[in-house]
């Protein structure tokens, strides 16, 4: 049970109180409602830019990270398709000097020339060392536009094009900033070591005073529902063929998460699942299977991807793989296998709420949701799953008509 | 009224309480740590087996630990992940070359149980030829895949230049994995796993009962004298590039023989390797990322081995700033070498260093690994109030001082691939 207190600032700042007197250390987590997918279709990866510039200083104070060091602390950020999160870690002694920091950004950036054209060019190598330069790099730049037509997520965080994140400009980051990062935007989560007569007065003191903004409207443009198969095939220089097989399923809130997350951990995520047993194990024709889904806060994707064995080709994977997800939607998943999917869900979670971190973000991020108590209830709905509920969802998954297939094919040179 | 320009006074890091680990031996060179005070139902059980890289031929070593689960007389492979699975179960394995280590997590109710199914797995293990096979092919691709990251071929060169002439230089290529006889997996197998165990950690809150069962099922597979590693290596220094014509990035490494934990100059040389490159503001990042937009990160560190250990800097450039960001890293270790750092840099270096520490010793696990860190090394946790005394200490001249004694350029070994 991770216990937490809720209020609002006067500005519209949610704000998630955690206590957790058992660590030394405390967690100011801020998460901000926008991610890529609030992009703009000719300016992607801006989101994520956008989260580099957060550390290249704010309106009163020129280095945001030296004075958390100074403290003890540290910091970082991520940004998804959904949301960008920012955390600091401090020792908790010195939390108010992680509310400085985090409330003088979120009051106002620096804005500097300098740091633009250097977080421009930090986010480039990004892209090269994630996407560009290695094997299967740039899959997820493939895949993205195959899946989705209309949706945002059509784009991958990092960005369509390096032309996108070379050409952004001041203007562009200035009105980014003041659309979407501001007090009515954005959930602001204290956990660990906090003291309990101080911290609301403290951090009334920090984020009291700024201007709450209002809450942008997102028109994210619906991906119509997909009637046909869609495939594409790409050659690249690598040693194996691979193939990446994704089913459009339903919203992060909806139940069917659930079902979705558990699915992909029956059929394929470790060496007893499902399509490693029979495809890999069994029938040898692939040397690696995984499925997974992503997660996302609107409709996403169910993967399953791998790598054909020697001397095997595309289709006679696609034959089995067919005939095995055929099964599942005729038989489901066993009693004991379903029983043990739970247990390891329950050791996972326990596992996972050890981390002070790992809390403050969940927190936030189901309170963006709906409800952070949910972080309490998501353990429940997992243990109610029945056979019939998984075979009802493999049923409206894995359809060819629900699918879009991608091949990796290694080229002859 | 708030003024925003001033930062909060930091307040300084109370001390820290380093608490040890119940040790508990099995034999005299094998002892069990158990960390039982947990706030929660998770628990942990290490494994140390002395099968690391340094005990055979790398293939071997290599795919004898990706094996451990391949089956046993009485159940297959698929049986014994089921009974993992079904006890919710989790399980990691890691080789490096001083060791290989098992970590099993469930939660309390669980984890006996589970230690036993893994304990029995690794020890009865028959080696399928189906599975090795199978093991063989998946390890044969992975290594054509890695073979494509510039990284991969950076690592290799400089580990070949780093253990330069010792056992630890060699390399696992291709061609190795057609060359593996089950008889050689099984012989490794009975010496490194059968008789190899020489530590196991537990974190939980477990049943006294349940512990001493570990202890004795333990005591079959103990290794019955202390181990020795191997201390003599020393770096090749000098300039080495490995060309691929595709790559938009190079991959850098440099690094020089150093030395682990036990050496006199461990404090105050992690003390420099953290102003250097250990952390978000060290002068690396702030010179080739935040200045120069090289990279998308650089950082440096201290790695150790049993008996010594090396200094390595890591970093992947885009193939137009390889030559640059070698010229400024030199730049940056001669600096350190000639000119006395500022106070105030040091100082919130200092502090940094105190929040990490106390960041590391949050909670029963991060406590046990702590320990696991010293006691490698036969020290003991007064080690770490002796590094928070070094931190408080330390002047911006003995900073200089030892800088000019490890960080010479001449002595590097500076490889790149891309």
Known sequence: MVSFERYKLKNGLTVLLHQDKTTPMVV???????????????????????????????????????????????????????ITNYYDIVPAQNIETALWLESDRMLSLAFTDKSLEVQRNVVIEEFKQRYLNQPYGDVWLELRPLAYEKHPYKWATIGKDISHIENATMEDVKAFFNKYYCPANAILCISGNIDDSTIRENIEKYFGSIQGGSKPLRKTPKEPKQESFKIKIIERDVPANAFYYAFKMCSRKSTGYYLGDMMSDAIGKDSSSILNITLKKELELVTEINAFITGSLDDGLFIISGKLAEGIDFEELDEQLWLKLEEVKNNGVSAKKLEALKNKISTAK??????????????????LLGDANAINEEGLIYQKISHSDLVLFANELFSKNNCSLLKVSKNAG | MLDRNKAPLPQKIQNIDFVRPQEIWINSSVKLLWMQNVPNDTSRIDLYFDAGLRKGRNIIASLCSSLLFSGTKEKNTTEIHNQIDQLGAFFDIGLSHEGVLVSVFALKENIYEAFCVIYNAIQGDVFPDKEIIEKITGKKEKHKINSGKVGFLAQRKFQEKIFYNTPYSELTNLEDYDNVTKKELVEFHKSAFKNGLYKVAVV??????????????????????????????????????????????????????????????????????????????????????????????????????????????????????????LNEVQKELETLCSIQMEQNELNLVKNYLLGQMLKSADGPYAMMDLFLSVDAYS????????????????????????????????????????
């Open chain 2, 204 to 325: 939980g809150n477990l049943k006294e009962k349940e512990v001493e069962s570990i202890v004795k099922k333990c005591k079959n597979s103990c290794i019955d004298k202390p181990l020795e590693y191997y201390k003599n290596f020393c770096n090749s220094p000098g300039i080495f590039h490995i060309e691929k014509k595709s790559a938009v990035q190079s991959a850098i490494r440099i690094g020089k023989t150093l030395f682990n934990k036990t050496h006199e100059d461990f404090f105050d040389f992690s003390i420099l390797n953290t102003v250097l490159g250990d952390y978000f503001g060290s002068r690396l990042m702030k010179n080739i990322r935040e200045d120069k937009g090289f990279t998308y990160g650089i950082g440096s560190a201290l790695a150790e081995t049993g008996g010594s250990g090396y200094f390595i800097i890591g970093s992947e450039v885009g193939i137009q700033h390889r030559q640059p960001t």
């Open chain 2, 379 to 418: 020290l003991d946790m007064d080690f770490y109030n002796q590094y928070i005394e070094r931190i408080h200490q330390i002047d911006t001249n003995q900073i200089k001082s030892i800088s000019n004694k490890h960080l010479q350029w001449e002595t590097m070994s500076v490889v790149s691939a891309g």
């Open chain 1, 350 to 367: 326990a596992f996972q709420e050890q981390g002070l971190l790992n809390r403050s973000i969940n927190l936030s991020f189901f309170e």
């Open chain 1, 28 to 82: 100011v987590n801020t998460l901000y409602d926008v991610g890529a997918r609030d992009e703009n279709e000719n300016k992607t990866g801006f989101a994520h830019l956008f989260e580099h510039l957060m550390f290249g200083g704010s309106i009163h104070i020129q280095e945001f990270d030296k004075a958390l060091q100074k403290a003890g602390g540290e910091s970082n950020a991520f940004t998804s398709n959904d």
